[in-house]
């Protein structure tokens, strides 16, 4: 079968029916920020209950945690963003596109140059090769001030990752409710990055929503643990209908893993850009200890802090070298009389490239009486609207018995009720949103008490009783 998605058309789709808006579009926009509409809303706040549900929910070594965004400056001088955290761009000067260096690909027959030797590199926009300014480096941090006034203000940060509140909330998680090492702790909230972002709709925005947890085990098991993540994160998305020929794992080279990493994977999408390129959609790695250290000596450091110095990340962390396993981080291993300073693995995905990923996969084209239908084929457990109900015409009763049927499955399921317009133009509109069924109530209601129940991705019809709508959907979305 022939891949027909094309990122143009779910973004003209996104747009018509209410996914997904340019921000601030009456204003002509504002570059990689977008809205969620009505439908779009739904879908990320499914995608998110599904990775909460499976994640955290239904396990018993996992907690939740909602950190605020704003933090202490000196927890991203000690995770190393404050010192670290920047992109090296350069600028084309033909035609002024900038482009992260590690973005940018080698001329034919320069396929060896060094990363940082922009004399190979090709412009991916104009084609020229080499024409490059000086590499410069671009802070990824958003910077905001925090005080009443320019004397008592101090510069804090819109936090780049969710993982710090995490690991800074660590020993808080670990008293209060009384886990014990092998545990996680997950989160999902906003992060921003103030970094170049390409035009590849919500795939890269300098506002997004990350799903996260940091997974901390006893040092020598965090390779078994590793594996674990790994594989239940790709079934994850296989069980919520990605195709698995577009999902692959691609392992970080020792060159280009983080400071921070032992190991690192990337759960892979191939994405419709262009022809086809596989990006990021997940990472999972092996973080050792290093965050629990780094914060240890953080936790150190600031209480040098001046209290009238208000530019706090200037305060140097202590030596590196002080004995980890005694500080207040540390985890005392009771029945093996142990104390360490556990490993951590951190499945981290994001939840605008789920969405994406997910109506990308879901979009279809079929013909149905010599027209296209434009279908997103959704799991059920994604799908904004669960059940549509039509009345067939307006008249005879059936609109009031329609809108009883509406009012009785709303509770239980998010729902639309349509009477506009003939029966197959609303059919249309409910496959062009993933609805994955559609209950008419027709003349016969009126004789048998059965409504038709028509199915989004095969179109057949059935007859139910009106009183066992919600059983039947029940049964059939497995909610």
């Not at 079934?235 to 195709?243: H, S, T």
Request: aromatic share 10%; charged share 30%.
């Amino acid at each position: 079968m022939a891949d027909i998605r094309k990122l143009e058309d779910v973004v003209s789709l996104c747009k018509r029916r209410g996914f997904i808006f340019q921000s601030s579009d009456i204003y002509g926009g504002l570059a990689s920020c977008y809205d969620y509409g009505p439908l779009g809303a739904e879908l990320k706040r499914n995608v998110k209950e599904q990775w909460w549900k499976q994640m955290v929910q239904m396990r018993d070594d996992m907690v939740g945690i909602d950190c605020s965004i704003l933090m202490h400056p000196m927890i991203w001088k000690a995770s190393g963003h404050v010192d670290k955290f920047a992109d090296l761009v350069a600028d084309c000067k033909a035609c002024k596109t900038r482009t992260r260096l590690d973005h940018l690909q080698n001329a034919p027959g320069k396929e060896d140059a060094d990363i940082n030797d922009t004399s190979a590199k090709v412009c991916p926009k104009c084609g020229k090769i080499g024409n490059f300014t000086e590499p410069m480096e671009f802070k990824l941090m958003f910077e905001t001030q925090m005080g009443a006034n320019v004397d008592d203000s101090m510069t804090v940060y819109l936090r780049p990752e969710t993982a710090q509140g995490i690991f800074a909330n660590y020993r808080n998680v670990l008293d209060s409710s009384r886990m014990a090492v092998p545990f996680g702790i997950g989160q999902i909230g906003k992060s921003f990055r103030n970094e170049v972002t390409t035009k590849a709709f919500i795939f890269r925005t300098r506002e997004f929503e990350q799903m996260e947890i940091e997974f901390f085990c006893k040092p020598g098991t965090d390779e078994k643990w590793y594996e674990h993540w790994k594989q239940l994160r790709m079934q994850w998305y296989l069980d919520l209908g990605i195709n698995k020929d577009h999902l692959r794992f691609r392992d970080h080279a020792s060159d280009e893993l983080a400071h921070y990493a032992k190991a690192c994977v990337d759960v892979e999408y191939l994405f419709p850009f262009g022809q086809g390129d596989w990006q990021e959609l997940e990472g999972v790695a092996n973080r050792t200890n290093y965050d629990l250290r780094q914060h240890q000596r953080g936790m150190r450091s600031v209480t040098r802090w001046i209290e009238n110095d208000r530019d706090v990340i200037k305060t140097p962390l202590v030596d590196e070298n002080d004995k980890w396993d005694k500080g207040p981080l540390a985890y005392f291993d009771q029945p093996n009389n142990e104390k360490y300073i556990p490993y951590v693995i951190e499945p981290s995905a994001g939840a605008d490239r789920g969405t994406l990923a997910f109506l990308v996969d879901a979009y279809d084209e079929d013909e149905v009486n010599g027209e296209v239908r434009n279908v997103l084929r959704f799991h059920p457990k994604l799908a904004p609207v669960k059940a549509a109900v039509f009345p067939l015409v307006k008249k005879e009763g059936m609109p009031e018995k329609a809108t009883a049927i509406y009012d009785d499955l709303k509770g239980h399921f998010n729902c639309s009720y349509d009477l506009k317009g003939a029966i197959g133009r609303r059919y249309r509109r409910q496959d062009e949103a993933g609805t994955p069924f559609c209950i008419v109530v027709d003349g016969q209601t009126n004789e048998d008490n059965t409504v038709t129940v028509r199915d989004r991705d095969s179109m057949e019809q059935v007859r139910v009783n009106a009183d066992q709508v919600k059983s039947y959907l029940r049964d059939k979305l497995d909610l």
